[in-house]
């Protein structure tokens, strides 16, 4: 264990606002655990104790200014998922197609297909039947067209 080459510990002249507080520095102590135990990065610690000037050199009975908690890093913007939609399904364009989606199976001739959504039509003057992408479940192209009942 270093000894103080200082006969007084070494305390900070004051303690800004929106500071947690003041720690004394026990026998073992680290600025790299201190600042882990009080959840804040090693840098800002570093940074709000300027009156140690060696960091690596820490000392029992030395006051440290402890800063906020490092704020969490805001959540990442939600990504919006590729819509599977363009790339497979514009090869099949005037094709008959059935499409599963949660409501239920929905089917006619592919006329559509958007960036988020495609287009059926079950028969010439049919209203056509607008599809989302993402209540696709499954998309079923048979061979041979619409069955005949």
């Excluded at 599977?84 to 089917?107: A, H, I, K, Y």
Aim: charged share 15%; glycine share 6%.
């Amino acid at each position: 264990m270093y000894t103080s080459h200082h006969s007084y510990p070494r305390v900070p002249t004051h303690c800004p606002p929106g500071f947690t507080g003041r720690y004394t520095v026990v026998a073992g102590d680290t600025m790299f655990f201190i600042a882990q135990r009080f959840g804040v990065s090693l840098d800002a610690l570093i940074a709000a104790n300027p009156h140690i000037p060696n960091p690596a050199l820490i000392f029992p009975g030395d006051v440290l200014r402890v800063p906020p908690k490092t704020p969490p890093p805001p959540p990442p913007p939600p990504q919006k998922d590729p819509c599977p939609c363009p790339v497979t399904l514009r090869d099949f364009l005037n094709r008959f197609v059935e499409v599963t989606t949660p409501c239920g199976v929905v089917s006619g001739r592919l006329v559509f297909v958007g960036e988020n959504s495609i287009t059926l039509q079950e028969g010439k003057n049919a209203v056509p039947i607008v599809v989302r992408c993402r209540e696709i479940c499954f998309v079923r192209i048979p061979r041979y067209g619409p069955r005949e009942e």
